[in-house]
């Protein structure tokens, strides 16, 4: 899981290209700090402010939680409109995250020499500040990335399998219902006798078959059928299992197919030279 996820470095991110999304981050972020921060006082962030002396540490939290958020509002605005027109690698989103930690350890360190005046400048501010918002917010970046990544992957899954489901031939009943679907490369032939038509495939290399009511003009307007050839007025065959197309004494043409012991598919002259071509 963790390959699929996070080695390929050049895998496109896709980060849905709504509002919504990003106001997870512009909400969830701040209100994680806030929380996280009276709950644990991580690296004495409470000593920290406290220091100032001027306001207690709790309208220190709920002001620095204001910052977050109007400067993940400013970020995320951005991105917002790069997501719209651009597309771009997992990695990149990465630096994206760690840019807006930039912009809001920037803001809060001003925010923090506003306080502390001139005994404490912008630089080592910010350094400070860099140092909380990195140490606790890369638990919910990682987390919403992580998500993300694994909704991404989701996405993937189900795409394939639907392109999967879509490769398959189908084959329907006169009034249209879906009676078979199966891996074209299974399919040997399709004979046709009266109103029935008889799909002879490969199960685990056992040759089978399945007799549905329908017509033979019906499987040529199959889209899903497009695999099969016309080689005679009562058959289709599938051009990968031709091993021969032989001519007897009496001139009758008929294929012979790979790897099973079936009799011969009749081949008329109108078809042979279409057929011909193809294996």
Known sequence: MCRGLFCDMGQIFR??????????????VPVFFIAFCMVYNPFDIQGFYASVGVRP????LVLIACIQIASLSICRIIFYFLNRHLSFPWWWYVAWCVFELCV???FMALYTTLFFGARLLFFPAFSQCFKYTCLILVYPYLLLILV??????????????AVAEDSLAKFYDEHHRLKMSIDPRAV????AELNYVTVHYLDNGTP?????RASMKSIEQNPSCKFLVRCHRSYFVNPAHIRLLGRNKMGVITAELTGVELDPVPVSKQYYDRLSELI
């Open 15 to 28: 980060f849905p290209k709504t509002v919504l999304p990003n106001l997870v981050y512009v909400f969830l």
């Open 57 to 60: 540490y709790t309208f220190h």
């Open 104 to 106: 809001i350890s920037a």
């Open 148 to 161: 993300r990544l694994c909704m991404n992957a989701s996405a993937d899954l189900k795409e394939s399998g």
């Open 188 to 191: 040997l032939y399709v004979s």
């Open 208 to 212: 089978r078959e399945f007799l549905l």
